[in-house]
Every structure is written in structure tokens, then in C-alpha cells.
């Protein structure tokens, strides 16, 4: 997609889709930046209502890093059951914890390279809790996003790092407050992933996969 179909692309989006209103879905219920990022870590191959579930039980025994240092290793894991690897993501959060308390005087820090040197914070956690918790204007990608992305062309990348990357390049300044929203409302609407509903798509004359396919967009292949 060239710079104007990705301007026209992301102005339709606009025009369909609420975007960041106060009823759209996101973590913003963890303004607090140190579960925010806590929660990012759980989420990992974990559906919503399971990472929620987890966060939920692990921050009613502890709130802060110290707090949590106080939790063996197995009270961390028990109480993050629901969320799945959760001796994995135990280990990661002690980690995470001492990290914080001894680089970075028990303050999450605010830049995307500051989180991504955290323990188990990847660059999709980093720009989950810069949007989210720390209000800035980052397009996050999760599944949605990388799907709309790819099949559109608005960016063709084959994983959701570089997708990140090239949607900070390309995308207008003005779309990109509301452009991880758009993304998601839009996949979750329309371009749903098993059965993208492109005959009465609004993008379908921009659309990539659309023009590839004949309309018969597959579902992703992973
Ligand atoms: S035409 Fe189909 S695949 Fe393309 S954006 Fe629309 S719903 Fe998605």
C-alpha cells in the first residue's frame, strides 16, 4: 500500500469504527503502571478473561515489588493459575520485580526501550503499557492488528515486532491516537478472522487479500 491508499485507509477507519471513546476495550482499567505491566506479562497465550482472572488473585496478595518478592515462587504460581505457563510466568515476575527494585528505584520506566529491557517484556507489553498507562501515541500490535495489517497491505511484515515498527514508520501522525482501536474494532467487526465479511467490507477496493483472492479471503495460516 502506498502512502495515499494508507492515508484513505486509515480515514475510512476513522469514519467507521469509535476508536478510543471511553467504552472502548482495553487495559485501561490498570492505569497502575506496575500491574499494567504485570498484566502485559500474564497475557502471553492467555485469553483475556484468564489473564484478567490471574491479575485479579496475584494483586490481592501483593501490590507492589517488594510486596511481591515476599510471595515464594509457588504462592506467585498458584495464584496465577488461570492464565496458563504459569511457573514460567512466575519465575518471569520475580525477575521482573527484582529488576525494577534495583535498576530502577521500583519506578516502571516510561520509554518503550526502558520496558523492553524488563524481564519478560516483549515490544507488543511495552507498547500495550505506553498507550494504555502512560497515555502516548502508539499503535500496539496483537492479533488483530497484525491480521488487518497484513490482509489490507496497510503493512506487509511477517511478525507482529516488525509490523509495530513499520506501522511507527508509515502510519499519519493524526491516526496514530486512535489507530490501534480502529484496528481492533475493525477486526473484530469485519475483518474477523475466520470469516472476514469482505462483500460488505468498506475497504475492499484497497484491500490486498481482497484483490489477491477474488474476495475469498482464507483465515491466517498460524
Ligand atoms: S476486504 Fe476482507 S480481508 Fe480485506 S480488509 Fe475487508 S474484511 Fe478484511
Request: charged content about 25%.
Amino acid at each position: 500500500m502506498d502512502a495515499a491508499e494508507r492515508e484513505e485507509t486509515f480515514r475510512r477507519l476513522a469514519a467507521h469504527m469509535p476508536g478510543r471513546t471511553p467504552t472502548a476495550k482495553g487495559p485501561k482499567d490498570q492505569p497502575d503502571p506496575f500491574r499494567s505491566v504485570v498484566s502485559c506479562l500474564l497475557s502471553a497465550q492467555s485469553r483475556d478473561v484468564n489473564t484478567a482472572a490471574a491479575v485479579t488473585a496475584l494483586f490481592q496478595l501483593a501490590r507492589t515489588p517488594d510486596d511481591m518478592l515476599r510471595l515464594s515462587e509457588a504462592e506467585i504460581a498458584a495464584a496465577i493459575k488461570p492464565c496458563g505457563l504459569y511457573n514460567m510466568k512466575a519465575r518471569s515476575i520475580r525477575r521482573l520485580c527484582h529488576a525494577l527494585i534495583e535498576e530502577h528505584d521500583r519506578v516502571v520506566p516510561q520509554t518503550r526501550e526502558g520496558l523492553m529491557g524488563l524481564p519478560g517484556i516483549g515490544r507488543k507489553c511495552a507498547d500495550i503499557v505506553m498507550s494504555f498507562t502512560f497515555d502516548e501515541d502508539v499503535i500496539a500490535v496483537d492479533t488483530h492488528v497484525f491480521r488487518v495489517c497484513n490482509r489490507t497491505g496497510i503493512t506487509q511484515e511477517r511478525t507482529a515486532d516488525k509490523t509495530a515498527a513499520a506501522l511507527e514508520r508509515d502510519v499519519p501522525d493524526w491516526a496514530r491516537r486512535d489507530g490501534h482501536f480502529w484496528l481492533i474494532q475493525f477486526g473484530k467487526s469485519v475483518c474477523l478472522s475466520r470469516r472476514p465479511r469482505c462483500e460488505s467490507c468498506f475497504l475492499n477496493d484497497l484491500c490486498r487479500a481482497f484483490s489477491a483472492t477474488g474476495g475469498v479471503v482464507p483465515p491466517p495460516s498460524a
